[in-house]
C-alpha cells in the first residue's frame, strides 16, 4: 500500500504535527477552526453561489467547473492513495475529524484555486494599489488554509503540499489557456457537440472510479446548463437592484436544497441510489447555471435571457453613441475657437 511504502514521510509528518501542536491553546485552536473553515466545501459553495447569482455568472462557471474538476481528481487520488488521517494513527492530535482519507489535502487543493482565482478576476481589487492585497489572497490564505489543516491533526504536511501542487498548476493552467479554451468552445455551432465535449472529462472521471458519482454528475450538469442559457440569451448576474439579489440567493438556495432532499428518498432505494445519487448532483449543476436564472427571470428577479442579451449588445452599442456625439461636440468647440 502507499501508506507503507512511504511511512516514513508520514512519520515524520506525523512528527511535525506535534510539534505544531506543542504551541496549541484553545484560542489559537479557534482561531485555525475559523481559517480552515476557507477552505470548507460549505464556505466555496457559498462563494460561488453569490459570485453566479449576483456579480459574474461567466467568471462563477470557470470557477464552478475548474473546483468541481479538482475534487473529482481530489476524490480519484483519495480513494486510490487510501492513506489515513495523521488522528487515525496517533489520537493524540486530533483536534477536528473528517470522513475520508487523508492524501491529497482537498481544502490546500481547493485554496489554491479559489483564492487566486477572486484576486486576479475581482474587479474592486484591480487598481496598482491593491497589489499587495491581491498578494495576500492568492497565496497567504491557501498557505494559513494549508497549514491549519497541519495544525489540526487532519493532514499531513505531505498531504498539504501535495494540494497546494495540484490547486495551483489547475489555476495556472486556467490563467494561461482558460480564455483561450472558453473562445474556441464558444465557436463551435453545434450545442450537441458542446454537450459531448463537456461528458468526457466526466466519463474520464468515471473510469477511472466509478463510485466517486458527485463530482462527475456535478459538472456535466453544471455544463450542459451554462451551454443551453447561453443559447437561450444569457444571464447577467451584475443586474438588478440588492433586493432582488438578495432575493435570488435565497429563493435560488431553498429550491435546490428542497429538490436534493426529496431526491435523498430515492436513494434508499439501492437499486436506483447510484443513479439518484446523479440525478441529485447534476441537477445542482443544472440548477447553478440554468434553472434558478430561469426562475429567476420568471419571479421577475431577473432579466429575461432573452432581454438580458439585447441589453447587453445595446450596451456598446450606446457607448459608441455616446463616443461619437462626444467627438462631434469637441469638434464644434475646436472650430469655434479658429473662427474666432
Known sequence: MFFENFSYIYSWGLDFIRAVQSIASPALTAVVKAITFLGNPEFCIALIVVLAWCIDEKKAFRLSLLMGLSTGLNY???????????????????????????????????????WPFLAKNAAALQKKKYNALKLVIAFALPLLIGFSRVYLGVHYPSDVLAGWAIGFLFVLCEFVLGARIAE?????????????????????????????IKMPAFIFGLAVGRIYITEKGGFSAKDGKLYQKVLRVLVGA??????????????????????????????LGWWLTF??????????????????????TAQPAEAAESAQHAEAANSAEKEGADDK
Open 76 to 114: 480519484v487520488m483519495k480513494s486510490a492513495l487510501k492513506v489515513p488521517r495523521p488522528y487515525e494513527v496517533d489520537s493524540s492530535v486530533m483536534l477536528m475529524t473528517e470522513s475520508d482519507f487523508a492524501t491529497p489535502s482537498g481544502h490546500a487543493q481547493n485554496s489554491a484555486i479559489l
Open 184 to 212: 474556441a468552445f464558444e465557436k463551435l455551432q453545434h450545442h450537441s457537440l458542446k454537450v459531448l465535449i463537456c461528458f468526457l472529462p466526466c466519463f474520464l472521471l468515471l473510469c477511472i472510479n466509478n463510485q466517486q
Open 254 to 283: 431553498a429550491i435546490a436544497g428542497a429538490v436534493f432532499y426529496l431526491l435523498n428518498f430515492a436513494r434508499e432505494f439501492e437499486q436506483i441510489e447510484r443513479y439518484a445519487k446523479f440525478v441529485q448532483y447534476c441537477f
Open 291 to 312: 434553472g434558478a436564472p430561469a426562475v429567476f427571470a420568471l419571479l421577475h428577479l431577473a432579466a429575461k435571457p432573452e432581454q438580458a442579451a439585447s441589453e447587453s
